[in-house]
C-alpha cells in the first residue's frame, strides 16, 4: 500500500476485476456457443433440436399430427412406424410414407407440401370434403400408389386432375357423391393398373359396364348398393376372372 492511500483499497480494486474477469468470460463463453463453423453469429432457435433439423418430410409430418391426422415414417435404418403426435416423432431423419387424415378439417391450400414427398405411397382423404384444390396437390405425388376419397363428393372433373394417376394401385371411392358412369371412365383411362378398387354407395349403373371390362389389372373390386345389375356382374366375373368381386 502505497503512503497516502485509503485502507482498503486494494480489496476493493480486486473485487471489481474479479467482477469484470468474470463478465468477460461469460461474454466469451456465449459468444462461443451461438457461433457457426462459418464464423457467423445465429440466434439458437427455440424449441428445436439442432440435431434433428428441419426436412419436408418432417415438416409434413409435423402438419399431420398438430391437424390430428396419423402419419407413417420410415427411418433410415429402414423401421416404419406410425404416429399421432409431434413429441413421438423419431429423432433420427425419415421419410413420410403414409398420411391419414380420414375426418379431420383443414386448410387444402396447406396441402401444397405433399408435392414434396417423393416417398408418400398412400394417401386417406376420406370424409374431409376435398375440392379441386386438394385433388390437385394430391394429384402432383409422383410416389403415390393408394388414394382413398371414401366420403366425399368426386366427379369425372375431379379426377382428371390427378396428373400422375397411372401408377395408382389402390383407390376408393365408397359413398362419394358425384362419382358416376362418366367418373368410372375417367377412372378406367387414367389408372390402367388399378388392382383395389372401392367403389359402393355410388351413382354407377350398367353403363358402367364397359370401362370396367377395360381395367384388367383388379383383383378386387366392391361395387354394393350400385345399380349395376347381375347380368352386368358376371359379364364382369367372366371378362376378369382374376378379380374378386364383391357386391
Known amino acids: 500500500m502505497t503512503p497516502g492511500q485509503p485502507k ?9 476485476v474479479g467482477i469484470v474477469c468474470g463478465s468477460v468470460l ?14 457467423r453469429t445465429t440466434e439458437p432457435q427455440a424449441g428445436r433440436n439442432p440435431a434433428i433439423g428441419s426436412t419436408a418430410d418432417r415438416d409434413a409430418a409435423v402438419w399431420v399430427v398438430r391437424h390430428y391426422g396419423v402419419v407413417t415414417v420410415k427411418t433410415d435404418h429402414g423401421k416404419t412406424a406410425k404416429f399421432v403426435a409431434e413429441e413421438h416423432l423419431p429423432a433420427e431423419p425419415f421419410v413420410v410414407t403414409e398420411i391419414n387424415l380420414y375426418g379431420q378439417e383443414f386448410d387444402e391450400g396447406e396441402l401444397s407440401f405433399l408435392a414434396q ?37 368426386v366427379s369425372a372433373d375431379l379426377l382428371r386432375l390427378l396428373k400422375n394417376a397411372q401408377q395408382y394401385e389402390r383407390c376408393s371411392v365408397s359413398g362419394c357423391d358425384g362419382f358416376d358412369d362418366d367418373a368410372i371412365t375417367v377412372m378406367a383411362a387414367i389408372m ?54 364383391k357386391t
Do not use: H
Open 192 to 245: 390402367p393398373n388399378l388392382r383395389v378398387l372401392g367403389c359402393t354407395s355410388t351413382d354407377i349403373s350398367d353403363a358402367a359396364l364397359a370401362p370396367l371390362l377395360t381395367m384388367k389389372s383388379l383383383t378386387s373390386l366392391m361395387t354394393a348398393n350400385n345399380d349395376l345389375s347381375a347380368e352386368s356382374i358376371d359379364e364382369l366375373t367372366k371378362a376378369l376372372p382374376k378379380c374378386k368381386i
Open 26 to 39: 461469460a461474454t466469451l463463453m456465449v459468444a462461443a456457443f451461438v457461433t457457426t463453423a462459418s464464423g
Open 8 to 16: 482498503g483499497l486494494t480489496a476493493v480494486n480486486l473485487r471489481v
Open 117 to 153: 414427398l417423393s416417398s408418400l405411397e398412400k394417401l386417406d382423404l376420406s370424409n374431409t370434403g376435398v375440392t379441386t384444390v386438394a385433388m390437385q396437390y394430391a394429384g402432383a405425388v409422383s410416389s403415390l400408389k393408394a388414394l382413398y376419397l371414401r366420403g366425399n363428393n
